[in-house]
T-cell receptor, first 116, second 111 residues
Framework: QQQVKQSPQSLIVQKGGISIINCAYENTAFDYFPWYQQFPGKGPALLIAIRPDVSEKKEGRFTISFNKSAKQFSLHIMDSQPGDSATYFC???????????????FGKGTLLTVNP | DAGVIQSPRHEVTEMGQEVTLRCKPI?????LFWYRQTMMRGLELLIY????????DSGMPEDRFSAKMPNASFSTLKIQPSEPRDSAVYFCASLWGTKPFFGPGTRLTVL
């Protein structure tokens, strides 16, 4: 059972455009929703994360929108740049008390290509 | 800090051989994870340790896989015997608070 569904599988955007990647989850116990960026030959790197007590979080050109009732969250990349071309993964987890132990359930990933 | 260190970066072996992947987490991080990445299944958590103790190994595919963390600065993932379907990129990640840091991965090819 896939607990986090990510779409689209691939996305092509022109430089300066907005990239939008969507994820849906099933487990209502999830309370931490990070996005990861992975370049070829590298490990995933944490990009931005959100907790369900807020509906939006913005860091620079990257924004997470969160809809708790719909169990959906999305990543928006504003003013997309060729350097943003990478694979993006959404994830979800249950933070235990203390916040130091958790495991991530990842989406399948979205390959983003930003054309110059 | 050099980040999470994994070795080898690439491993090619023949079916039936034993494979050992190694990981050195970031100093001071108290949790460590092993993930496997394939095109078909994406990123899958295999096992995670907290303070060197295995907490959840439910993702380990079968008895051919084993993982150890003898101390806070070293972990191994062993596959014995290896099979072609084990071909994947294996990532180690260490955790401080809520932020995991992934290593560069080991690309394993089993012929």
């Amino acid at each position: 059972q896939q607990q986090v569904k990510q779409s689209p599988q691939s996305l092509i955007v022109q430089k300066g455009g907005i990239s939008i990647i969507n994820c849906a989850y099933e487990n209502t116990a999830f309370d931490y929703f990070p996005w990861y960026q992975q370049f070829p030959g590298k490990g995933p790197a944490l990009l931005i994360a959100i907790r369900p007590d807020v509906s939006e979080k913005k860091e620079g050109r990257f924004t997470i929108s969160f809809n708790k009732s719909a169990k959906q969250f999305s990543l928006h990349i504003m003013d997309s740049q060729p350097g943003d071309s990478a694979t993006y993964f959404c994830a979800a987890s249950i933070l235990k008390s203390g916040g130091s132990n958790y495991k991530l359930t990842f989406g399948k990933g979205t390959l983003l290509t930003v054309n110059p | 800090d050099a980040g999470v260190i994994q070795s080898p970066r690439h491993e090619v072996t023949e079916m039936g051989q034993e494979v050992t992947l190694r990981c050195k987490p970031i100093s001071g991080h108290n949790s460590l994870f092993w993930y496997r990445q394939t095109m078909m299944r994406g990123l899958e958590l295999l096992i995670y340790f907290n303070n060197n103790v295995p907490i959840d190994d439910s993702g380990m595919p079968e008895d051919r896989f084993s993982a150890k963390m003898p101390n806070a600065s070293f972990s191994t993932l062993k596959i014995q015997p290896s099979e072609p379907r084990d071909s994947a990129v294996y990532f180690c990640a260490s955790l401080w608070g809520t932020k995991p840091f992934f290593g560069p991965g080991t690309r394993l090819t089993v012929l």
